[in-house]
């Protein structure tokens, strides 16, 4: 059965700072999602990382997928207020492809 | 206009009524998805449904029931609604094709159930 571990599941951090989100995963998967989700609304995709290696770069964050690991990391550089939100990243898995979501990181970014 | 639409967007209930939550598309998936968000649980999954015949259970489908009414619509029922089923829920579409396709998810706006 896959599962989906993240961590930390709250992270207050200072703007202009640097810090990673890690998702750790059970079974082998190279599709791994990452979603943001502001407070009471829906959830938007952010990456989409379909391959061992791969790297994506959207502005301040970065995520990248390491799948001998079962690992993927968002990377903040330079945190504004702006990115305060909650992280979800989500494994694909099985044969039906359903996503296995994490259990979301909340991230509060103090001036 | 919304790709994903959902109605009602909340709602407050008591214990024992049957309710149920629409979800509309426009994007033109065949697959459709309903989820429940709870504090620190992340999302989980109750219902999906590759096209309008097939329908399947998630991992926490007891009290739940789904329809497939056409590509575009799949609606949530509550039987009974309980307390615990006090949530937000969340609807999501996508299109895997092809060879190396992958399962990107849309989601809709959500809707805030309360169960008194």
């Known amino acids: 059965e896959l599962k989906v571990e993240q961590n930390p599941l709250f992270l207050s951090m200072q703007e202009g700072k640097n810090y990673t989100i890690y998702c750790n995963y059970s079974?082998?998967?190279?599709?791994l999602y990452w979603y943001r989700q502001d407070p009471g609304k829906s959830l938007e995709s952010l990456f989409v990382l379909l391959s061992n290696g791969a790297v994506k770069q959207e502005g301040r964050l970065m995520a990248s997928l390491d799948t001998k690991a079962r690992l993927s990391t968002l990377h903040i550089t330079a945190a504004v207020h702006d990115l305060s939100a909650t992280y979800f990243c989500a494994v694909e898995g099985g044969a039906t492809n359903k996503l296995i979501f994490g259990t979301g990181t909340l991230l509060a970014v103090q001036p | 206009d919304a790709d994903v639409t959902q109605t009602p967007r909340n709602r407050i209930t008591k214990t024992g009524k049957r309710i149920m939550l629409e979800c509309s598309q426009t994007k033109g998936h065949d697959r459709m998805y309903w989820y429940r968000q709870d504090p620190g649980l992340g999302l989980r999954l109750i219902y999906y449904s590759f096209d309008v015949k097939d329908i399947n259970k998630g991992e926490i489908s007891d009290g739940y029931s789904v329809s497939r009414q056409a590509q575009a619509k799949f609606s949530l029922s509550l039987e009974s609604a309980i307390p615990n089923q006090t949530a937000l829920y969340f609807c999501?579409?996508?299109?895997?094709?092809?060879?190396?396709?992958?399962?990107?998810?849309?989601f809709g706006p959500g809707t805030r159930l309360t169960v008194l």
């Open positions: 079974t082998t998967s190279d599709r």
């Open positions: 999501a579409t996508s299109e895997p094709t092809g060879t190396g396709s992958y399962n990107e998810q849309f």
